[in-house]
C-alpha cells in the first residue's frame, strides 16, 4: 500500500511526497519531460499498486497527479485541450500478460476524461518488437532495449501535438524511443507527462 495509515492507499500526510508544481527532469533530449515526484516512498509504493494490482483507486490518485502535469505542459506550449491528444507509453507484451491489463493505458484515459476540457487518448504507439524488463538494466542497456521498440500504428490520425504519458521516467530511453516513433509518424510531441522520476535525472527546478 502506498500509505503507512491503517486502511488507506493514499491520505493528505501522503500528497505531502508530490512537489507543489510540476518540475522538468532531463532527459539529455529536446523532447519537454515533466513529473511532479520522486520515485521512492509512498510515491513508488502507490505507483507499484496502480501498475501490478492494477487498483482503480491506486490508478485514480495518479492520473489526478498527471492532470496537473498536463496543465504544465499545455500551459508552457500554449495550448489548449482542443489541440492535442494524450499517447500512453504502451506496456510490453510480457507486461499486459502478466498483469492482465495496461494501466498506462487506464490512466491515461482517466486524465483525459476529468481534464477540463476533456482532451482525447490515442492509442497512437505499438510494440515493434518485444522487450526485456527494464528494471534492473544499466543505462545503456535500456537505451538498447527500447530503441526503435515502438512504431506509430494511428494512419487515420490528423492532429499534429501529442502529449506521451508514462507513469515513471527513469533513463528517459522509453520516452526517447515513443517520440521518435511518433515523429517519424508524422506529429508533433509537445512534451511528456509522468508521475515520477528517480532522482538521479530529476532536476529540482520548478515550472514557472
Known sequence: MGCSSEGEIWCESCSQHFASQPFEVDVGSDIAVKSLGPYQGPIAKLINLAKEKCSPVAQRVL????????????????????EVVLVPIPAGRAAIRRRGADP??????????????????????????????????????????????????????????????????TTGATLIAAADAVRKGGHEVIGCATVAATRRWAHSKQAA
Not at 492520473?63 to 482542443?82: F, Q, Y
Not at 537505451?143 to 508514462?166: E, K, M, P, Y
Request: glycine share 6%; hydrophobic share 45%.
Open 63 to 82: 492520473a489526478d497527479s498527471l492532470i496537473r502535469v498536463v496543465d504544465s505542459l499545455l500551459a508552457e506550449r500554449n495550448r489548449t485541450g482542443h
Open 104 to 169: 498506462i493505458k487506464e490512466m491515461a484515459r482517466l486524465v483525459g476524461s476529468r481534464l477540463q476540457p476533456s482532451i482525447p487518448v490515442l492509442a497512437g504507439l505499438g510494440n515493434s518488437r518485444q522487450r526485456l524488463e527494464q528494471s534492473g538494466l544499466s543505462i545503456a542497456e535500456r537505451s538498447q532495449n527500447t530503441f526503435g521498440s515502438f512504431v506509430w500504428v494511428a494512419a487515420n490520425f490528423r492532429s499534429q501535438a501529442v502529449i506521451l504519458v508514462d507513469d515513471v521516467v
